[in-house]
């Protein structure tokens, strides 16, 4: 199966201050980090951008699609990607979780077939986790929640065929715990934090 990656980079970083995407990791941009670490495992991968070209002088072999839905948050992105991208369905990520594992994003793919939206039955604390894929099929009602401002985390899932597979799976798959995994970069602390783990982790190994 030929699988599709969208990493979300198109946010306004208001509490880090600065563009989380180039934000230095380890010897290269946090969003070259994660695209090094998923790229193997997809055949296309897309940036999702504020403005193309924001991102070319990296020169990452990876489309970049500009967000036509502003201030709808990470669903207007991800509205904006599925108008675009050249597949019919797509695993997005936010470019702030640096620790996930592709390993978790591989097995939602393989089970994406039969359903508009795949993803993991997350605990509250992380219901805002952006780690599923998005089927083309999801156009209409995600248009409908951002242009009549639904209820998104209701609206969607009653409109589309949803299938969230229990997190338990996670640890099955993947050495990384799951708080680990879907720990966001947000703001300064959490970015100290996760170069120093990186740096701690790499000094071990």
Same mark, same amino acid.
């Given at each position: ?31 070259? =980090?994660? =695209? ?5 495992? *997809?055949?296309?991968? =897309? ?33 904006? @990607? ?15 979780? %640096? /620790? ?21 039955? *997350? %605990? ?9 894929? /998005? ?7 995600? *248009? ?12 969607? %899932?009653?409109? @589309?065929?949803? =299938? ?42």
């Amino acid at each position: 199966m030929d699988r599709t990656l969208v990493i979300l980079c198109g946010g306004d970083s208001s509490r880090m201050g600065t563009k989380k995407e180039l934000l230095p990791f380890e010897d290269k941009t946090m969003v070259e =980090y994660i =695209y090094d670490k998923f790229s193997p495992y *997809f055949d296309k991968v =897309y940036l999702s951008v504020n403005e193309r070209g924001d991102l070319a002088q990296l020169g990452l072999d990876a489309q970049e699609l500009p967000d036509i839905y502003r201030n709808a948050g990470p669903i207007g992105a991800i509205l904006s @990607c599925l108008t675009m991208i050249s597949g019919d369905r797509a695993f997005f990520m936010s470019v702030d979780t %640096p /620790f996930m594992d592709p390993n978790i994003a591989v097995y939602l793919y393989d089970r994406s077939y039969n359903y508009d939206i795949t993803t993991y039955n *997350f %605990p509250e604390e992380y219901a805002d986790t952006i780690c599923g894929v /998005f089927h083309k099929r999801c156009i209409g009602p995600i *248009f409908k929640s951002v242009v009549f401002k639904k209820d998104i985390r209701n609206y969607i %899932p009653e409109k @589309c065929e949803t =299938y969230q597979l229990d997190v338990d799976v996670i640890d099955k798959l993947s050495p990384v715990a799951m708080e680990q995994q879907f720990y966001k970069v947000n703001d300064r602390q959490s970015y100290y934090y996760a170069v120093f783990s990186i740096l701690k982790h790499n000094f071990t190994c």
